[in-house]
């Protein structure tokens, strides 16, 4: 994830920062109104989330072919904020029976990984193929099914293969045949052991993030468009040739932010929070799980409206074909919700420096954090539970009851095992699910932690930590070492209900900073 933290401040404010989080954290609690004892159905579904590129290593490894991340981070390691790539990351390829354990460890059934594509079509095109890689991911299958886990298999978490990458990636029309061919083969030769796929991981940060800020491929519109045709098509051939044998079932991965306004009487900054999920969320599921499919009428007005003032001859966002709505509509057999943290919006008032065009100026919101809520690692992720209670309710009310898997959610710190801050935030958030489940009605399938372990978090490299484990990125072994948020989530699992009181905190020593208000809370 894009962040401006600087690798240099981050040893310096380390421990006071966590004390401080930690104070914050425990501050905030007392407006989430923890009271009911709710548990988590026996079918719910608890996993936990990893993604080939931020842990696999072995970039070069069996035949596999370059990925845009290798490719472009190698010829620009200042694109990482410490210099780093993923040759090796978490070693992962190597060490996939030791993460298994650990997957076991926790006690979920349930382990979402992705497919490299370039390991598996180094060209990225079906013609050529690697055994070595093929063969991998057998490995990892039979080693989760011995452990009795159910893998969740998404095929694109962004590492697209650099040949097409460099044709223009997907805002070139043919990667939607290059993609059928991908997921053809992937569906073949892997759907007797993959019942649960999803096609695509957050499209939204794959454009918007990488493909338009870092790597300078331009259109975001148009890449929504063809990622999202592939997706159906992809879906749509699953449905008819294999969905009769295998018997599995097919979804995608969305993000999103929770949008609140900043004021919540003022009509200008409530029309700035829904112009945002509409650009942000909605223009990628209201195609899919709306009744009437198609673009939001919202965003199709932003986009077209924009284009003319702009002097396009035809809007920067493309039209789907009546036969295109219809593929698109209903094309997923489950809500994949990937949700981190709050944002709040408001109408821009000052000169803004966006790009014209660009996602940006279409959205024209002002986005802003409170700056109440702590922010334990990077500096876009700022916790506040209530908005992802807010978010299952929205896609409720938009969307209707379609089953939503949580396919992540989870925090960043700095590092260490003593992780309070990621209990409470795993805690916090969890304990938002149930809220929605139980008095919202709405229909949360299950829930994967984000992430096993530490990984390669893209263009923080590995200065900021996810993971349930820590890996030690200096020891050649790359050793694995459980934090205190692993075992917190293994009892929520056992369990099926959160104890807070499971992980005690630390009486801390009053610190020269502190409130009297946030004395009183820790
Ligand atoms: C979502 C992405 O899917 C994942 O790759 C990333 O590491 C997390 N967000 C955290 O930024």
């Known amino acids: 994830m894009r962040s401006s933290s600087k690798v240099a401040k ?82 992962s390829y190597h060490k996939y029976t030791e993460d298994v354990k650990i997957i076991k460890d926790l006690g979920v059934k349930y382990y979402r990984f992705s497919f490299s594509w370039p390991r598996i079509l180094p060209q990225g095109t079906d013609n050529k193929k690697s055994k070595d890689g093929i063969d991998y991911y057998h490995k990892l299958l039979e080693e989760l099914r011995r452990a009795n886990i159910t893998a969740v298999v998404t095929l694109f978490h962004w590492d697209m293969p650099t040949p097409l990458m460099d044709l223009g990636g997907w805002s070139n029309p043919k990667m939607v045949d290059y993609f059928l061919d991908y997921a053809r083969f992937a569906f073949e030769e892997f759907g007797d052991e993959v019942k649960i796929w999803t096609t695509m991981n957050e499209p939204h940060q794959h454009c918007y993030n990488y493909c338009y800020y870092i790597f300078s491929v331009l259109q975001s519109g148009t890449y929504a468009h063809y990622m999202l045709l592939a997706h159906a098509k992809a879906y749509r051939l699953y449905e008819k040739e294999f969905k009769p044998r295998q018997n599995g079932r097919v979804g995608i991965t969305l993000d999103a932010f929770w949008a609140d306004p900043k004021n919540s009487t003022d009509p200008l900054d409530i029309e700035a929070a829904e112009r945002y999920r509409q650009m942000r969320l909605g223009i990628y599921a209201h195609p899919i799980y709306s009744n009437i499919g198609d673009y939001p009428p919202l965003v199709r007005e932003i986009i077209d409206t924009n284009s003319r003032l702009q002097n396009f001859t035809r809007s920067r966002l493309p039209v789907f074909s009546k036969e295109e709505i219809e593929l698109l509509k209903g094309s997923s057999d489950f809500f994949g919700l990937n949700h981190y943290t709050t944002y709040l919006m408001s109408h821009p008032t000052i000169n803004e420096t966006w790009t014209i065009p660009s996602w940006d100026h279409d959205t024209f919101v002002r986005m802003e954090q409170n700056l109440a809520w702590p922010i334990p690692g990077a500096d876009w992720l700022s916790v506040y539970p209530p908005g992802f209670r807010k978010l299952l309710n929205w896609i409720k009310n938009n969307y209707g009851d379609v ?80 934090k205190l948020s692993a075992d917190n989530y293994r009892n929520i699992v056992e369990k099926r209900k959160i104890d807070f009181d499971y992980i005690k905190q630390p009486k801390m020593k009053k610190l020269p900073y502190q409130t009297p208000e946030e004395e009183n809370t820790v």
């Not at 609690?29 to 993604?51: L, N």
């Not at 070069?60 to 090796?88: A, F, Q, R």
Request: glycine share 8%; net charge negative.
């Open 403 to 482: 089953p939503i898997v949580i396919t992540e959610n989870g925090m960043c710190d700095f590092g260490g095992l003593k992780d309070y801050t990621r209990v409470s935030y795993y805690n916090d958030y969890l304990y938002q699910v149930l809220l929605a489940m139980y008095k919202d009605n709405v229909n949360v399938e299950g829930y994967f932690a984000w992430t096993l372990l530490d990984d390669f978090e893209w263009t923080d490299g590995y200065a900021t930590k996810f993971g349930l484990y820590e890996v030690d990125f200096d020891s050649p072994e790359r050793t694995r070492r459980k």
């Open 10 to 91: 981050i040893g310096a404010v380390l421990v006071s920062f966590s004390l401080l989080c930690l104070a914050h954290v425990a501050a905030t609690t007392e407006d989430f109104d923890i009271k009911e004892d709710y548990e988590f159905p026996e079918a719910f579904k608890f996993g936990v989330s990893t993604a080939a590129f931020q842990i696999e290593g072995a970039w070069n490894e069996g035949g596999k072919g370059e990925s845009m991340w290798d490719t472009y981070i190698h010829e620009h390691p200042e694109y990482t904020l410490d210099h780093s790539n993923g040759d090796i990351a978490a070693d």
